[in-house]
């Protein structure tokens, strides 16, 4: 069964950090690119990352940029967020998805079910 389930979310302060985990089942991780979304109530959808499936292209929102960092180790099957200087506005909840080749083309095939982050003091 392929599946992808998201983990490291929590409540932090602005200013600090966390590590967002997406890890893999049932498929192989590397034959796919994997995108990084969030949603905050009230708010679209918003395309945070994206990592090419041998780690070798990336991109970023500009309101993450400078901030986050993805990668992914495909011999643990897991793509990470790395989130520093977070922010209240970075409030939302985070989904991995995989893309539907290896390249970042916007086009996803499967989901996360989500993990929560929220900035606050």
């Known amino acids: 069964q392929l599946q992808l389930v998201e983990s490291g979310g929590g409540l932090v302060q602005p200013g600090g950090s966390l590590r967002l985990s997406c890890a893999a089942s049932?498929?192989?991780?590397?034959?796919?690119?994997i995108a990084w979304f969030r949603q905050a109530p009230g708010k679209d959808r918003e395309r945070v990352s994206c990592?090419?499936?041998?780690?070798?292209?990336?991109n970023y929102a500009d309101s993450v940029k400078g901030r986050f960092t993805i990668s992914r180790d495909n011999a643990k099957n897991t793509v990470y967020l790395q989130m520093n200087s977070l922010k209240p506005e970075d409030t939302a909840v985070y989904y991995c998805?995989?893309?539907?080749?290896?390249?970042?083309?916007?086009?996803?095939?499967?989901w996360g079910q989500g993990t929560q982050v929220t900035v606050s003091s």
């Open positions: 998805a995989a893309e539907r080749y290896s390249y970042c083309s916007g086009s996803t095939s499967y």
């Open positions: 049932g498929f192989t991780l590397s034959n796919y690119a």
């Open positions: 990592i090419s499936g041998h780690g070798g292209s990336t």
